[in-house]
């Protein structure tokens, strides 16, 4: 089991540019959940998916933020426009249901927004 | 909505010492409780985790048990060592995996020899 798998581990781009960060869940997990980590806000979900549809997308900060899951092993955040204030690390996690759910996170993408 | 509340950081302890991080939460129904640990530049690992009440979690000479009477998941250990050095999140989530986790804001551990 390689675990949640994510691309880039580090993105910078400059303002105005976009921003395309990527995850690959562990297969047979079919919940999907984008977090956004910074010093000041903590940890916050952005957007989470089951079964590669999108149930609650009201942690996106902007219209800037998009995520999709076109598939169940692939999904995409992309921000565009990119803003320094973006810069964060941003995690992917996936997880399966039932009383021994676990919830595995990826080693994260640090976006730096210059 | 659910909450979880943990304790402010950071702690700083010496190698040996016992360590507490108190965490509680607000939640309907039954919640299931985790405990994740981020080392230096790294993503979350889970720690431990339990699903009912009296359950006890578990894992690396850490511990923690689910009291539902005081809505609690408190983090100890006997005796920290400076790899424990990390932030601790405190988490809970609903019955179904399919919900995402709440976490607390981290409590920040230092262990210096």
């Known amino acids: 089991d390689a675990g949640v798998i994510q691309s880039p581990r580090h993105e910078v781009t400059e303002m105005g540019q976009e921003v395309t960060l990527r995850c690959k869940p562990i297969?047979?997990?079919?919940?999907l959940f984008w977090y956004r980590q910074t010093m000041m806000r903590g940890l916050e979900l952005l957007i989470y998916?089951?079964?590669?549809?999108?149930?609650?997308d009201s942690g996106m900060p902007e219209d800037r933020f998009s995520a999709k899951m076109p598939n169940a092993s692939f999904s995409t955040l992309k921000i565009q426009p990119s803003e320094p204030r973006d810069s964060a690390v941003y995690f992917c996690?996936?997880?399966?249901?039932?009383?021994?759910?676990?919830?595995?996170f990826g080693s994260g993408t640090r976006l730096t927004v210059v | 909505g659910d909450s979880v509340t943990q304790m402010e950081g950071p702690v700083t302890l010496s190698e040996e010492a016992f360590l507490t991080i108190n965490c509680t939460y607000t939640?309907?129904?039954?919640?299931?409780l985790f405990w994740y640990v981020q080392y230096p530049g790294e993503g979350l690992q889970l720690l431990l985790k339990?699903?009912?009440?009296?359950d006890k979690g578990s894992n690396k000479g850490f511990e923690a048990t689910y009291r539902k009477e005081t809505t609690s998941f408190h983090l100890e250990k006997g005796s920290v060592q400076v790899s424990d050095s990390a932030v601790y999140f405190c988490?809970?989530?609903?019955?179904?995996?399919?919900?995402?986790?709440?976490f607390g804001k981290g409590t920040r551990l230092s262990v210096i020899a």
């Open positions: 939640a309907t129904g039954y919640p299931s």
């Open positions: 988490a809970l989530s609903g019955y179904s995996g399919n919900t995402p986790l709440v």
């Open positions: 998916f089951n079964n590669n549809v999108p149930i609650d």
């Open positions: 339990a699903t009912k009440a009296d």
């Open positions: 996690a996936s997880s399966h249901p039932g009383p021994l759910r676990g919830y595995t």
């Open positions: 297969s047979g997990h079919n919940s």
